[in-house]
């Protein structure tokens, strides 16, 4: 079973509806992240959570939100979509600032 | 704050031939630097990273990296590239307790 999980793995929606991505992880990491991958653009931190009650912003927060409902599961909410947000979204865990981040399959997401 | 930069979005080798992928990077404290490697479909996987021990770093897949603080380098290399390694690569750094990661590099592999 893979160590780190994500729901759904691709998703259409249309412009203004409210998605949320899911990420579940049995590494026993406190560490999650958030990113997103665009074409030319590398990958992008959106959100990063150090433990359950730590929950902070990356460099493209806007119109994003999650939630870190236990160690293991951290959600990603698009609350309104919009169509410059498709893009491929990835989830990430660690165990420490310096430690290897392993990463989920990723769900691609289309705003229409 | 910590950046890099990958030189070249696309590189396309012949099998066989020597792989190499450039990464540099900037950053104001010692670096960690990470080689990640996307296949078609799938997540991220480690290739190989750098923790300030040893500067010749080697890797899954036969891959390695040399560290550089002179040319603040990262470069990625393979002696014989395989049909295998086509994919998406991507450098990064950690700081800030963060990952920043380059625009990534594709490579094809001629058969």
């Known amino acids: 079973d893979a160590d780190v999980t994500q729901t759904p793995r691709n998703r259409i929606t249309k412009t203004g509806k409210r998605i949320m991505l899911e990420c579940s992880q049995t590494k026993g990491h406190d560490r999650m992240y958030w990113y997103r991958q665009d074409p030319g653009l590398g990958l992008r931190l959106i959100y990063y959570?150090?433990?359950?009650?730590?929950?902070n912003k990356g460099e493209i927060s806007d119109g994003y939100s999650v939630s870190r409902q236990a160690q293991a599961k951290f959600s990603l909410s698009l609350e309104s979509a919009i169509p410059n947000q498709t893009a491929l979204y990835f989830c990430?865990?660690?165990?420490?600032?310096?430690?290897?981040?392993?990463f989920g399959p990723g769900t691609r997401l289309t705003v229409l | 704050a910590q950046s890099v930069t990958q030189l070249g979005s696309h590189v396309s080798v012949s099998e066989g031939a020597l792989v190499l992928l450039r990464c540099n990077y900037s950053s104001s404290v010692p670096p960690y630097l990470f080689w990640y490697v996307q296949y078609p479909n799938q997540g991220l996987q480690l290739l190989l990273k750098?923790?300030?021990?040893?500067?010749l770093v080697k890797g899954i897949n036969g891959f390695e990296a040399e560290f550089k603080k002179s040319e603040t380098s990262f470069h990625l290399t393979k002696p014989s590239a395989h049909m295998s390694d086509a994919a998406e690569y991507l450098c990064?750094?950690?700081?800030?307790?963060?990952?920043?990661f380059g625009a990534g590099t594709t490579v094809t592999v001629r058969a």
């Open positions: 990064a750094v950690m700081g800030d307790y963060k990952l920043s």
């Open positions: 959570s150090f433990d359950v009650k730590d929950i």
């Open positions: 990430a865990t660690s165990t420490g600032s310096t430690d290897t981040q392993y």
């Open positions: 750098y923790t300030s021990a040893a500067t």
